[in-house]
């Protein structure tokens, strides 16, 4: 970070502090000067923004027995120099004292009036002791002092480096300082505890005025170590007169508050949760016989240890609550069963998404990052922040570079890319994410990478089981991960979470279409069936829409219902897979203003986390039988990017044109069977409808399960209504749609007259393309063959009419980007006609091109691209084949046929 007085060079002192270092260290003293990228905070440290500023410096001395660090400056020697004035400054300060003298100091004031009416975490306790009863009365444990004041925490640090991990060498520490503290502060070895020798003098007492709150009682939960007992919830009485942590220690079964060790903070850092636990016998471990020791040790709490991210032994208590900064009263927060399930959903990264949702039950980490306008909840930098310190690992270090700043390159060629690493707490490599893609935003490039790393997280944690190689190397290209150097971390994690629900669910899938005539073979494999209510609408969702629903979930067994999570107003991205399978496919297939409802297995975990009554769901569901349901319904759909920027440009709509394109050359050449490769929900069958044409047969073919319900839907209804004459389509005898890859063949669609495939070879790798180009033109032979796809050199106009969407980048030029997220390769006019012509050559057919949107011989050409191959052979007669790999999804036949 820049400091306001950054550039000024240091004050200059009258001997040269550099000189003064060099005569007493000699070469003992290193300077290291690092090179800064002037940067912007953004809450991530260890990321440099860059901008194109000048390079800063800053300069680290280390001399034998410390180092320090200057200020940051332009220029080198202004660094070197403040590093030495730093250095001359520590070495003559009369504060730097003796660390062990200062934890007397220290202690000494604690214990001080002053210090007694100061709304300080630790005074709070010295208040409340006042209170304690019998011979305990206005002893403050010293287990809490290093907890609530880091102060003198830190200086037990400083003396010995290692205590972070000792908390019990610490309480030593602090006993052993307190004993030349014995004219005011009274040690009790016994009691762990300190107490002043004098009272307070009553003009400091009522100094300090605390509310009076007669009975409160706070919810806690009991967690206990045998990880074959359920958490319990437990009530405390913490009224005025009763010290908290008493009452905690009643419940341990402790003594008194000294016998109790508290843990970090969990979840936020600044949430005052703790695990509260008795501790061992003999808080000095190392004089306590072994056996005893690995007794105590024999306790390990798992869930505990496992929230906490240190080893907790026996039970514990669960708890929010505590003195803060700035008050005077106790702080506390109910905490209930759901509070310790939605820590540990916390500690995932889907979990972390699903809480910042608030939708434990609705809401899945999506697979894709696609732009910050279509992301939802917390973003995908933020949630790695997140996980990082949930596991107490080192913030994750983001590195990005550009390829940008060269003299020679416009400003809109910049583009990004995000290195990504995570460290485990002994500095070992976890995660390396070199991103391949490069991004025209620096954001961009940062959360696809962070994006990246948590699928990686996510799914290693979702299938633990799975034999540790499987891990290496088998994570695509551009990410290393190494999960021998996650798994200390992890060491619960199968244990606390027993079932994750997840992973087994997604892998189900749904396809029962309700209204459609489809063979009802898969509803047998389909987990759920589901309704959907209202009138048909024409605004049915595509993939990369943004939908908005409202739904609620519900935990039902026979007529009870208990109800778990509510959301009025729910958005997310089709296709995105940001919300559970189930209620993608049901969404994607409903219209606006249409309900739905749906019933699924229950996730086990996942609905303690939910907003349920636990104490209800937990008596539901003993009884068994339960299963969840959702009710859903479409209130709004805004469309995808693509489409955004189409219509901003064309009237009529690009799409419209490519469908009058086609009716253009089923009209000129008779055609009276139609093959749609790559039908998608069927917006060019459904459309051609609309038209007179001689069209008699039409089949539809696609790969995703998820589109062709949709498409089932729509065309039932149109050829339906047809039977009554009032539409334009009377010719249509049969219509068919089949489930399967166009590089495949199917007899089904053999020898048509016209094929089209419009928009859809993108979507493809370019290897398969290419076998679609070569199977269509010498297995499938159509007659006609229309081929469509984004022309690349149109996309600087696409891009620069669409109106922004994010706020945030009103001054940059858009990038040329891909039309579409699941677009895999956009070709110039070049690449389409080589392609295209290279296939026409090798299975003999003419091929002539075209487009739509922009004019023809204008640059940069059509916005889409159009190939139409014509077959110059008949047909050979002999075409009898029977293969028939593809899936019917619906198959209708005109009651006039
Ligand atoms: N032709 C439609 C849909 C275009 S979207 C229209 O113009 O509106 C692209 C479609 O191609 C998607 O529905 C996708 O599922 C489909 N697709 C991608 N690869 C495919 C393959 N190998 N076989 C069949 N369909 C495929
Ligand atoms: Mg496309």
Known sequence: MVTGDSSLPPKKLAVNPKTIIHQRFGDKAHYNIEEIQESVSNGCPGLAISQKGPCLYRCRLQLPEFFVMSEIFKRKKDAMQSAAEKAVEKLSDPLVEDPSDQLVARLSYLFSNEFYSTCHPLSGHFRAALQREGCV?????????????????????????????????VTWMIMDAATRLSDTVFASKELLSLRRTSPYPPEV????????????????????????????????????????????????????????????????????????????????????????????????????????????????????????????????????????????????????????????????????????????????????????RQHQLPEPVFSSTTNGGTKDMRASDETFRCEVKIFSKHQDLIIHCHQGESFKKQSDAIQNASLKVLSCLNNYLMNLNRPQEKWTNGNGLDLDFYPEHISKELQFFSLVHKSWPGIEANTKRLLAVNGTNQSNSELADTICSYNIDGPDSENIPSSGCLVCVCYSVFLVKEGDKELLEKNDEFEFELGSEAVIPDLEAVVAQMGVGQSAHFRVEVPQELIFAANGDPTRILSLLSSGGCSLEFHTTLLRVTEPLEDRMEKALFSPSLSKQRVQYAVQHIRES?????????????????????????????????????????????????????????????????????????????????????????????????????????VVLSSFCPKILIVSTPNYEYNVILQRSTPEEDG??????????????????????????????????????????????????????????????????????????????????????????
């Open 670 to 774: 008779c055609a009276t069977f139609l093959v749609d490769f790559g039908c998608g929900s069927g917006s060019l069958l459904d459309s051609l409808l609309d038209y007179p044409t001689s069209l008699e047969r039409i089949v539809g073919v696609d790969i995703s399960y998820k589109a062709l319900p949709r498409a089932a839907k729509t065309l039932h209804s149109k050829l339906s209504q047809n039977s009554t004459g009032s539409v334009q389509c009377s010719g249509i005898k049969s219509a068919l749609l089949l489930e399967g890859s166009i590089t495949t063949f199917d007899s089904r669609v053999y020898g048509c007259d016209i094929g089209t495939c419009l928009e859809v070879i993108e979507h493809m790798e370019e290897d398969d393309a290419t076998l679609f180009g070569h």
């Open 137 to 169: 009365n206005g002893f403050v444990p010293v287990t809490l002092m290093p907890i609530y004041d880091s102060k003198l925490f830190n200086l037990c640090k400083s003396i010995k480096p290692d205590v972070e991990s000792k908390p019990l060498e």
């Open 808 to 897: 945030e980048d009103k001054n940059q030029t858009k990038p040329c980007k891909f039309r579409n997220f699941d677009h895999k390769f956009e070709w110039t006019r070049k690449q389409f006609t080589t392609w295209a012509s290279e296939l026409a050559g090798k299975h003999n057919y003419s091929v002539e091109f075209s487009g739509v949107g922009g004019v023809e011989g204008v640059e940069p050409g059509f916005a889409s691209q159009i190939a139409v191959f014509r077959r110059v052979w008949d047909l050979p007669k002999n075409g009898n084949f029977s293969d028939s790999p593809y899936k019917v999804i619906w198959d209708w036949r005109s009651c006039n046929a």
């Open 205 to 388: 007492l009522q100094s300090v005025e605390v509310s009076c709150k007669q009975e409160t009682y706070v919810k806690v939960i009991r967690v206990p170590y045998s990880t074959a007992k359920i958490i319990e919830p437990l009530t405390l009485d913490v009224s005025s007169n009763n010290y908290y942590m008493d009452a905690i220690a009643r419940e341990l079964g402790a003594a008194d508050a000294s016998k109790v060790l508290l843990s970090r903070c969990i979840g936020k850092a600044s949430s005052e949760t703790r695990l509260y636990i008795h501790g061992p016998k003999s808080f000095q471990l190392d004089l306590m016989p072994e056996r005893e020791v690995k007794d105590h040790q024999a306790y390990l709490n798992a869930r505990a240890s496992y929230l906490s991210g240190q080893d907790i032994y026996g039970d514990a208590i669960l708890a929010t609550i505590g003195y803060m900064w700035k008050s005077c009263d106790l702080f506390h927060e109910h905490v209930s069963s759901r509070t310790y399930y939605r820590l540990l959903l916390n500690k995932i990264p889907t979990g972390i998404y699903k809480l910042s949702r608030e939708a434990v039950l609705a809401a899945e980490l999506p697979e894709k990052f696609v732009a910050r306008s279509s992301w939802r909840g917390l973003l995908p930098r933020d949630i790695l922040c997140t996980f990082c």
